[in-house]
């Protein structure tokens, strides 16, 4: 069905296969050298992972349904769902979203070929002496990372409003920004 066919006081979500309950993706920084690629290639290489680039922004993509998306594509704690859910608006939602991008990154490899080709320097040689320890984080203990800017790591919209209980939410409700 097309957003401009759903009929009045219907919900598109009753029309969705909660696509925005999916996924959720975090802007990035730009990558710049081999080491930033060779860190997204990292990423990618834990599978379900995709990068993309929007309006020059990088986005990385973690492909992962919600626990509480219920096999009937509604939300299972729709009174207690998260703001950034309740937040959301299926007005300009990604229900019919052919999601084509700047740039799309599907698999490691192909991270590592577009590195090849935009890098001016040769991807370097691994030294023998490299610690192969699992990489660890450092945040500093006096500054933990801030909710403001959790926040703002969240700011692409991906998470729809108006895919839980139907009956419990009315249709004017559940389409309102
Ligand atoms: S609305 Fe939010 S909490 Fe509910 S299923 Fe979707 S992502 Fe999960
Ligand atoms: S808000 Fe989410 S579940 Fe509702 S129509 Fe949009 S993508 Fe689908």
Redesign the pocket.
Known sequence: MKRKDLPSGDVLCNHCT?R??RYFALPIDTPAEWKDFDNLRWFMLHGRISVFVDQKTWYLVVHN??????SDN?????SD??E???D?STKDCEFDNDFVYDKMFETPEQIEEYAEAVLPQKKPRRQKTQSLGLPILNVPLAEPVSHERLGHSHSIPN???G??DPAATSAQELISV
């Open positions: 909660a925005c309950c349904d919600c626990r509480h998306l219920q509604l939300c299972g704690i729709y769902r998260p950034i859910c309740s959301y998470r729809g409003e895919h839980g």
